[in-house]
């Protein structure tokens, strides 16, 4: 497994990881907003075929986007992503974001998420996804840990080490 890390490594905002294995299969972690201004064209991160339109390529599409919690900056371009790959998230971040239909039912949202429990691994292809619980603003933000080709990624969303649960 390696990863490409589109966005969020030297700022704030806009995270994106793609974890790809040896065979190409890929999963994308968060698809987020960037928080600095940037032209409409560079907005989505160039995930070969995450957002339509768009060549799909040889590599077709990701197996599945996995969001870490419900923030704008790790989140917010997720509506944006091919309704046909499947969404994976916190049951918190999964309420959050149903409450964001109500509320804002003009603004797009992603397709319901899948529910993905705290420290039960889950099969996604090749890769096994563990979400594991961390203190942060966002309701039950989830870091993930990915294992595939022997190698592992623990991907931390955000989390904060101060306040009631630090
Ligand atoms: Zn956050």
Request: aromatic share 2%; hydrophobic share 40%.
């Amino acid at each position: 497994m390696h990863l490409v890390i589109h966005r969020g490594s030297h700022e704030i905002g806009g995270s994106c990881v793609e974890c790809v294995t040896d065979d190409g299969s890929r999963l994308v972690l968060d698809l987020g907003l960037p928080l600095a201004p940037v032209l409409r064209d560079a907005l989505l991160p160039r995930v070969p075929g995450m957002c339509p339109p768009g060549d799909l390529g040889p590599t077709g599409r990701p197996l599945a986007l996995l969001l870490s919690h419900a923030h704008l900056d790790h989140a917010g371009l997720a509506p944006h992503a091919d309704p046909a790959i499947p969404v994976f998230a916190s049951r918190g971040t999964v309420a959050i974001l149903d409450v964001n239909r109500i509320l804002q039912p003009d603004v797009p949202t992603p397709a319901r998420p899948v529910v993905l429990p705290d420290h039960v691994p889950f099969r996604i292809g090749p890769f096994t996804v563990t979400a594991l619980p961390v203190d942060h603003s966002a309701p039950d933000a989830q870091a993930l840990l990915v294992e595939a080709g022997g190698r592992r990624l623990l991907y931390s969303g955000d989390l904060r080490a101060h306040g009631r649960t630090g």
